[in-house]
């Protein structure tokens, strides 16, 4: 037995929604932590069959606010992990924190049980801006959060930030990544603002203060340009790291390794199925604990689909796509997908470096449209279940190809 697995465990509590989070996520539900904790631990205990089937090399505790959680809830969890599966000891143990609800001794005990990765929800380095998108933290309670993280042992910390926030400048948004980069993370990743319906800052989507196309496109490039010069590789469109430092976890969603979810929406694909369970905290709770289904879908990935994911996922990051790996999933001839790759070379938005293809910085900024002109080539096709597939704008209206370009719609 050689298999590897990433395993996810999300945590659904917040202390408050964010004005832009379009995560499953609650607030004000603290009295049910309990209730999940148990539920929880029994779903991984029952699941430890499965689990011993492979040897597990990453965990990522996600949210939601896992630091809001409760460290030795974390700890209890991660216990219950190593008791019920094959753990590697060299595992990467990610964390996410917001910097409000997180404090040095809470930090010190994750990181003797094992925790080694904290990736801080950071999002900007203005606090009025905080404010705006309803964030509970400033840019002070930030840095006081890396220093604990450092003075607790962890030598791994990524920072999130997001930019194209309303009435941000791009001066604005490099002054944010300056005073991040004054942090010295091993690991940055940086969101392009995303409107849903739905969430309480959904109405900025038409609104004059919201950076436009343009501006997004050019802070986002100015992303790329300042992160690559102190040293941080683009390993995916929005992640950027330190050499060694690119998330094991999230790499295997990209590069379509086998994970497993535990929690209400999170997601698994392993041994060729899907599947995930609902968005519903006291559903899950009651469909544990009396044994009754928590599955909201389940389907065999076949061929057509893993294709798909594997152009749609694999030209993502800087990694790739081959013909050779191509045609082992698929089956099928590379050549209309290579001409349409040399139209892009062309167009300065790919490259092809040792046998494989990937997007440059300008083409990741037309990745949706560019990755939908790639599945036509290669012919029907469906989303997945995949959440990082399923983040994907693939088909809004708001990404065109620059003037003069039209030809590739046909």
């Given amino acids: ?10 945590i659904p509590f917040c202390a408050s929604k964010c004005g832009y989070c379009d995560f499953y996520s609650l607030a004000g539900c603290d009295k049910l932590m309990p209730k999940y904790h148990n539920a929880l631990l029994q779903h991984i205990r029952e699941s430890a069959p499965q689990l011993r089937e492979y040897y597990t090399d990453s965990v990522y505790f996600g949210g939601g606010t896992p630091s809001y959680y409760g460290a030795r809830r974390i700890c209890d969890i991660f ?36 925790v080694n990765r904290i990736s801080i929800g950071a999002q900007c380095a203005n606090d009025d801006l905080l404010k705006l998108i309803g964030r509970r933290h400033n840019w002070q309670q930030v840095k006081k959060a890396v220093k604990n ?15 194209g926030l309303p009435s941000q400048s791009r001066e604005d948004w490099a002054d944010t990544l300056g005073r991040a980069l004054e942090l010295q993370p091993e690991h940055l990743s940086c969101y392009g603002l995303k409107l849903e319906e739905g969430t309480p800052m959904f109405f900025y989507r038409d609104s004059e203060i919201l950076p436009d196309d343009d501006a997004q496109a050019d802070m986002y490039l100015y992303t790329c340009e300042t992160l690559d010069r102190y040293g941080y590789r683009q390993y995916e469109i929005s992640n950027f790291a330190k050499p060694g430092k690119a998330s094991r976890h999230n790499l295997k969603y990209w590069l379509l390794r086998d994970y497993m979810g535990f929690g209400p929406g999170a997601a698994s694909s392993v041994n060729g199925i899907r599947y995930s369970y609902i968005k519903d905290l006291k559903a899950y709770i009651s469909g544990i604990q009396t044994g009754g289904t928590v599955v909201d879908e389940y389907e065999k990935i076949g061929e057509l689909d893993r294709a798909a994911e594997y152009l749609m996922l694999g030209m993502r990051t800087v990694h790739g796509i081959s013909p050779t790996e191509y045609h082992n999933i698929y089956r099928s001839d590379f050549t209309p997908l290579a001409e349409l790759l040399e139209e892009f070379k062309r167009k300065g938005w790919a490259v092809n470096e040792n046998g ?14 560019l990755i939908r002109l790639m599945l036509d080539k290669q012919g029907e096709y469906k989303l997945s279940g995949n959440p990082w597939v399923d983040s994907m704008d693939m088909f809004l209206e708001q990404t065109e190809l620059p003037a003069g370009d039209e030809v590739f719609y046909h």
């Fill in 149 to 163: 993280a450092r003075d607790a042992g962890f030598t791994n910390i990524s920072i999130d930030l997001i930019y």
């Fill in 79 to 114: 216990n219950t992990l190593k008791r019920s599966g094959l753990i590697y000891k060299s595992a990467e143990v990610t964390m996410e924190a917001n910097p409000d609800s997180i404090r040095y001794h809470d930090l010190v005990t994750l990181r003797d049980e094992g």
């Fill in 1 to 10: 037995m050689n298999k590897t697995l990433g395993i996810y465990i999300h």
């Fill in 356 to 369: 494989r293809w990937h997007f440059t910085p300008s083409g990741f900024l037309l990745s949706n449209l």
